[in-house]
């Protein structure tokens, strides 16, 4: 009897209805790249949040016990069509690979990253807290200025996801204990959009051209200045192949 598919059946239970070990942040306050230089400096209350983006196995049980939740029951409203298109087909609707398991969820919709936090008693990450946490080198709070810091981020910018998707946690945690922020996936955040009206007045329309960041916190800091071009870009229907997600409380 060829006992695989009971094995990954298994196997995606247990991987996803394990609970996600969270990194406590203790806060602070860091200075967005669309303000200039002179703004006060926001501040960030503590913490948590999830040390590895949510996998295709986490959310696969997610959607056991939410079925509204699955590829072919989602409104056009709340994903586009192209919502879960790397899972395979099977009895019950669609599944993750079993060699995708503990990669990061991806082609997931704001609402549908949403829904899953919630369901977990937790939320998405704000924009400000997912900038304090991701700014975090390994050894540091704030490890913006350190050689190489902004590079290697920019080059795995360039490369795209030509190497396609790898699993969670195979970078080195940061500060926080927290692993791949950068390198891996773009990930959803709860007012993902919201940079976009704060950025008109204090920065200007064009902030995300090369030459909009003259005035700004850290002009040399285009790593940061290509997220938030991102975020303002999306809709909350949208899904990309390399857009995931993972929870904060």
Not at 54 to 66: E, P
Not at 219 to 224: E, R
Request: charged share 20%; net charge positive.
């Amino acid at each position: 009897m060829n006992t695989a598919p009971l094995f990954a059946a298994v196997l995606l239970l247990s991987a996803g209805t394990a609970a996600a070990e969270m990194a406590k942040v203790s806060g602070g306050r860091y200075r967005p790249l669309y303000l200039k230089k002179e703004t006060p400096m926001i501040s960030v209350k503590a913490f948590q949040i999830d040390t590895l983006p949510v996998t295709n196995a986490q959310f696969a049980a997610f959607i056991q016990k939410h079925p509204q939740w699955q590829r072919d029951k989602t409104s056009s409203k709340q994903a586009e069509s192209g919502y879960l298109r790397h899972w395979v087909k099977n009895n019950n609707g669609h599944a993750p690979p079993e060699n995708d398991l503990n990669k990061p969820v991806t082609n997931v919709s704001w609402f549908a990253a949403h829904a899953y936090c919630a369901a977990q008693g937790k939320r998405l990450p704000t924009i400000d807290e997912w900038e304090f946490a991701g700014q975090a080198s390994q050894t540091r709070i704030n490890g913006t200025a350190e050689p190489g810091y902004n590079r290697t981020i920019l080059d795995w910018y360039a490369e795209g996801n030509r190497k396609g998707l790898r699993n969670v946690g195979q970078n080195k945690p940061n500060y926080w204990g927290i692993h791949d922020m950068h390198g891996l996936i773009w990930e959803w955040t709860e007012d993902f959009n919201s940079s976009l009206l704060t950025s008109a007045s204090a920065a200007g329309s064009n902030m995300f051209c090369s030459g909009a960041s003259a005035g700004s916190a850290d002009p040399s800091d285009y790593a940061a200045f290509m997220r938030y071009g991102i975020r303002t870009s999306l809709q909350a229907k949208f899904v990309l192949n390399n857009l995931g997600f993972r929870c904060a409380k």
